[in-house]
């Protein structure tokens, strides 16, 4: 990496919290800091979504993906799509029925103040294990990348200088830095990609693309042997797709507090569906620029290029392929993914930390003689260490501790979404059913996902959030059945 590559990345490091911070403004008020004010665009709210859901391993991830299979991340987003039509026109009325500070507002008025907890506790458990997970591993072409260019910089000290100046931008602006950020961050890697097309594009022979659909690179669907083991066959990615994005954009805090911070319930509707559109537009460049690498090395499948996993493909470009300048612009739109994820998450656990568990954090306010705008930034400080602490922990463990990770974090997306469906349908639905339910239904998801191997195969992530909604009803009609049938009993033996 040479001193124009060093110059890009430092620039954007040290002006782009700056400017987050210049267009959030100042900062006085809880409401403010974790809602943005309600004052929010919604095209800049849309351009947060998908920067928040997206990571460096989406970067790196997808590219490496379409190298085999074509353009199956777009076919996923047909999904996403459906998703979020369902959540804008179904989900959002429920929170813009009050003035909510957390996704689990509606069911503390739904169900009462513990359904409340249970859930916002379970969010905040898998939301730090699956940003732990997605810090580590992030860093690790990131790490590999700045070492093949000559500039090795320690683990430990990438992580830390990344959730520095995350948190940096984070406590100063809110969610407005928060927001404005991921817009930036958003057309950094977008824009960076579609560089990366447009440069394996030049020079291409005659023939190309025919090449590529006699290949069957522009496939949206993949064919397994079992539609259980893979997420991009056509019923898991539309189906699975849709239940996937009912269950992130619908319930999880992550998503829902841009929504929330919305100025209407039209704009909120607007900032969803376009992040539809934004993902697709993502999904299709990074999916270009993996079939086009696919080009690039020669139409050989990746055991002959040398390299030792579909992740490296994209790195491995980037740092051999690239021009100088252009190769540090896309080392800062890896970190820009890294830090946009980040900061959501540290926001969005604040807020369902100071919302959900409201009476416990008064009375730590009033111990630690701190303001509740102060109290805020307190907790985004803590969750900001315990991040990185969990990080660091997965650095000493094994790619099956991540693995572990991933499919922890994963698990409470069936049964929390069960759980919303239940309160928007059943009328008759009750916490003394659905708590336990839930409690159930969390740790048999996990087993599921570690044990059940169609094929030989793990259970694609689709699966496992219908698996996570039906055992969730199951367990909660026959909790429901076996307190009539004791109701029952107990006034035939009083008569």
């Known amino acids: 990496m040479n001193l124009l590559d060093l110059s890009v990345m430092l620039a954007y490091l040290a002006g782009m919290p700056l400017l987050a911070v210049l267009l959030s403004g100042k900062q006085s008020s809880t409401s403010a800091y974790l809602e943005g004010g309600h004052d929010l665009p919604w095209w800049a709210l849309c351009l947060s979504m998908v920067a928040t859901e997206t990571s460096t ?9 379409a190298f085999g299979n074509g353009m199956v991340f777009v076919g996923l987003a047909l999904g996403y799509l459906l998703g979020r039509a369902i959540v804008a ?15 689990y507002d509606y069911l503390g008025q739904r169900f009462g103040a513990r359904m409340q907890r249970v859930a916002s506790a379970t969010f905040l458990g898998t939301r730090v294990l699956a940003e732990a997970v997605r810090l ?17 910089v320690p683990h430990m000290v990438l992580l830390t200088t990344v959730v520095g100046i995350t948190l ?47 290949a069957g690179k522009f496939a949206l669907f993949a064919h397994a042997s079992t539609p259980f083991s893979s997420a991009f066959t056509p019923i898991a990615a539309i189906g699975g797709g849709t239940l996937m994005t009912l269950a992130s954009h619908g319930t999880d805090q992550l998503m829902v507090q841009r929504v929330l911070a919305a100025r209407s319930l039209k704009e909120a509707r607007m900032a969803l569906m376009g992040s539809a559109v934004g993902v697709t537009a993502l999904f299709f460049l990074l999916s270009g620029v993996g079939i086009l690498l696919w080009l690039y090395h020669g139409q050989v499948p990746l055991q002959e290029t040398g390299l030792s996993s579909p992740d490296a493909i994209f790195p491995d470009y980037i740092v051999h392929g690239l021009p100088a300048g252009l190769r540090g612009l896309m080392v800062a739109a890896i970190l820009a993914a890294t830090m946009g994820s980040l900061s959501s998450t540290l926001s969005a656990m604040t807020a369902a930390t100071v919302g959900d568990f409201s009476a416990l954090c008064t009375k730590l306010g009033r111990i630690l003689s701190l303001s509740p705008l102060g109290l805020a930034r307190a907790f985004t400080v803590f969750w900001s260490v315990i991040l990185v602490g969990c990080s660091l922990l997965f650095a000493q463990g094994s790619q099956s501790a991540v693995l572990l990770g991933f499919s922890i974090a994963a698990c409470g997306y069936g049964p929390m979404l069960g759980t919303f469906l239940a309160g928007m349908t059943i009328p008759s639905a009750r916490a003394t059913e659905l708590i336990p339910a839930f409690c159930l239904t969390v740790p048999l998801v996990l087993l599921a996902m570690a044990t059940v191997r169609p094929a030989g195969h793990p259970l694609a992530f689709p699966w496992l959030i219908l698996t996570g909604i039906l055992l969730l009803f199951f ?21």
Do not use: E
Not at 57 to 65: A, D
Not at 198 to 210: D, E, N, Q, R
Not at 479 to 485: D, H, I, K, V
């Open 168 to 214: 940096f931008y984070t406590l100063c602006g809110g969610l407005r830095a928060v927001v404005w950020s991921d817009a930036i961050q958003f057309c950094l890697y977008l824009g960076g990609s579609a560089i990366c097309a447009a440069l394996l594009m030049h020079g291409l022979p005659a023939g190309s693309f025919s090449t590529l659909q006699h």
């Open 136 to 152: 580590f591993a992030g860093m690790l072409p990131l790490t590999a990348m700045l070492a093949a260019t000559h500039m090795a």
């Open 89 to 103: 026109w179904k989900f959002l009325p429920l929170y813009s029925s009050g003035r909510m500070l957390s996704a």
């Open 475 to 495: 367990f909660a009609t026959s909790l429901r059945l076996a307190r009539g049938l004791f109701s029952r009993s107990a006034r035939n033996s009083d008569a």
């Open 57 to 65: 391993l989406t970067v790196i991830s997808v590219p490496g993906v």
